[in-house]
Nanobody
Framework: QVQLVESGGGSVQAGGSLRLSCAAS????????MGWFRQTPGKEREFVAA????????YYADSVKGRFTISRGNAKNTVYLQMNSLKPEDTAVYYC????????????????WGQGTQVTVSS
């Protein structure tokens, strides 16, 4: 069974930091590009960041560039999202996802999803 499990969400004050983790199991995700998305009630799921299977290529949504960093563990089956200088508008459920294709940012282009972890940033 394919599983992506996020952890590390929580509540933090504006300006604070959180580190999200996504552990993949059930197949070899080490060769898959991975991404992070977020969603708030009533809105579409929004792309946040993506990383290539090697970890050498990354790209970010403009809204998080310079504040968030995506990375992969040595075994490549774990993906992290370090979130610094958090703002109230970063409040959302954060999802990790895996895609067969590099360079895509649409949710429909990702094949596997985690269950999400809540991040709440208070002002």
């Amino acid at each position: 069974q394919v599983q992506l499990v996020e952890s590390g969400g929580g509540s933090v004050q504006a300006g604070g930091s959180l580190r999200l983790s996504c552990a993949a199991s059930g197949r070899t995700f080490s060769t898959y590009p991975m991404g992070w998305f977020r969603q708030t009630p009533g809105k579409e799921r929004e792309f946040v960041a993506a990383i290539s299977w090697s970890g050498r290529r990354k790209y970010y949504a403009d809204s998080v560039k310079g504040r968030f960093t995506i990375s992969r563990g040595n075994a490549k089956n774990t993906v992290y999202l370090q979130m610094n200088s958090l703002k109230p508008e970063d409040t959302a459920v954060y999802y990790c996802a895996a895609s067969r294709h590099w360079g895509v940012s649409g949710p429909d282009e990702y094949d596997y999803w985690g269950q999400g972890t809540q991040v709440t940033v208070s002002s």
